[in-house]
């Protein structure tokens, strides 16, 4: 039995995914596969190199710092988000808090990386093996939120957050072996898109990323489709949800340190539901 892990990320809402990881770091859940998007890409980074609470610091403390995020970044930058910052000055060897690149490398599961092409609005699938030792442009290529981020290159091509493309990359999993596949949202489970939400900032691409805006147009209809499948897929058994209840009034980039820990201890809670799964 082979069984997968996604985390659908949600920048500072990721803090659910890395209870989640966490607890099941904590119980020895070892999942033989694991996808991410944007901020779950980093979740499952961490969760690969075994580190148990590495994300939590990011989320509750690191954030803090006004080279993670703000304004003066998106004025002497570009961008909104400091990602190479996050990932690169934080986690190389030397940084603050570095990613075990050794024991990832090590490990013969394989993860994977959504992120997407800005070029062509497509979805694209990094591997563990388009990293090294502090070189971690995939995670930032995922991670990288359209308009109040500057496209984010990697061998020259232009990408943006993975979640415009492929927000619930189930599908990713079973593709890759996988027989059961455990989904963590950061949304309740019962939450679907509204698309005029997505209609500002994609009329905002349109001119330079017309594909990339298309894709954003459509983020509502993908989301929602793809949860729905999940849910289904839930009643048959071959999937688990898990999601918070509720998360008050945080959103992607709710600067609130007290909504964040409480959504990281409510994915600790509710990773529980995994162990009947697995």
Same mark, same amino acid.
């Given at each position: 039995?082979?069984?997968?892990?996604?985390?659908?990320?949600?920048?500072?809402?990721?803090?659910?995914?890395?209870?989640?990881?966490?607890?099941?770091?904590?119980?020895?859940?070892?999942?033989?596969?694991?996808?991410?998007?944007?901020?779950?890409?980093?979740?499952?980074?961490?969760?690969?190199? *075994?580190?148990?609470?590495?994300?939590?610091?990011?989320?509750?403390?690191?954030?803090?710092?006004?080279?993670?995020?703000?304004?003066?970044?998106?004025?002497?930058?570009?961008?909104?988000?400091?990602?190479?910052?996050?990932?690169?000055?934080?986690?190389?060897?030397?940084?603050?808090?570095?990613?075990?690149?050794?024991?990832?490398?090590?490990?013969?599961?394989?993860?994977?990386?959504?992120?997407?092409?800005?070029?062509?609005?497509?979805?694209?699938?990094?591997?563990?093996?388009?990293?090294?030792?502090?070189?971690?442009?995939?995670?930032?290529?995922?991670?990288?939120?359209?308009?109040?981020?500057?496209?984010?290159?990697?061998?020259?091509?232009?990408?943006?957050?993975?979640?415009?493309?492929?927000?619930?990359?189930?599908?990713?999993?079973?593709?890759?072996?996988?027989?059961?596949?455990?989904?963590?949202?950061?949304?309740?489970?019962?939450?679907?898109?509204?698309?005029?939400?997505?209609?500002?900032?994609?009329?905002?691409?349109?001119?330079?990323?017309? *594909?990339?805006?298309?894709?954003?147009? *459509?983020?509502?209809?993908?989301?929602?489709?793809?949860?729905?499948?999940?849910?289904?897929?839930?009643?048959?058994?071959?999937?688990?949800?898990?999601?918070?209840?509720?998360?008050?009034?945080?959103?992607?980039?709710?600067?609130?340190?007290?909504?964040?820990?409480?959504?990281?201890?409510?994915?600790?809670?509710?990773?529980?539901?995994?162990?009947?799964?697995?």
């Amino acid at each position: 039995m082979k069984i997968g892990v996604v985390d659908v990320g949600g920048g500072l809402r990721g803090s659910f995914g890395a209870g989640v990881l966490d607890y099941c770091m904590e119980q020895g859940i070892r999942f033989d596969f694991g996808i991410g998007v944007s901020a779950g890409a980093a979740n499952i980074s961490s969760y690969m190199a *075994n580190q148990r609470g590495r994300n939590f610091v990011f989320y509750t403390e690191y954030f803090q710092r006004e080279q993670y995020m703000g304004v003066k970044n998106l004025i002497h930058t570009g961008s909104y988000i400091g990602l190479d910052y996050i990932y690169s000055s934080l986690s190389d060897h030397e940084g603050d808090y570095p990613l075990d690149w050794k024991t990832i490398r090590n490990d013969p599961r394989d993860m994977m990386i959504v992120a997407t092409d800005a070029n062509t609005g497509l979805p694209h699938y990094f591997h563990k093996y388009d990293m090294r030792q502090d070189s971690y442009d995939p995670i930032k290529a995922s991670c990288c939120v359209p308009v109040i981020n500057r496209p984010y290159k990697v061998n020259g091509i232009p990408y943006f957050d993975g979640g415009l493309s492929d927000p619930v990359p189930y599908e990713k999993a079973f593709e890759a072996g996988c027989d059961k596949v455990v989904v963590i949202l950061t949304r309740p489970e019962d939450y679907r898109r509204i698309p005029k939400n997505d209609k500002i900032i994609a009329d905002l691409l349109h001119p330079h990323y017309p *594909n990339a805006s298309l894709a954003m147009r *459509n983020r509502s209809v993908v989301y929602n489709q793809q949860l729905d499948e999940c849910e289904y897929l839930q009643i048959q058994g071959k999937v688990c949800i898990v999601a918070p209840d509720s998360i008050g009034k945080m959103k992607t980039l709710t600067k609130d340190k007290d909504s964040i820990e409480a959504l990281y201890y409510k994915g600790y809670e509710e990773a529980k539901s995994i162990l009947n799964f697995v």
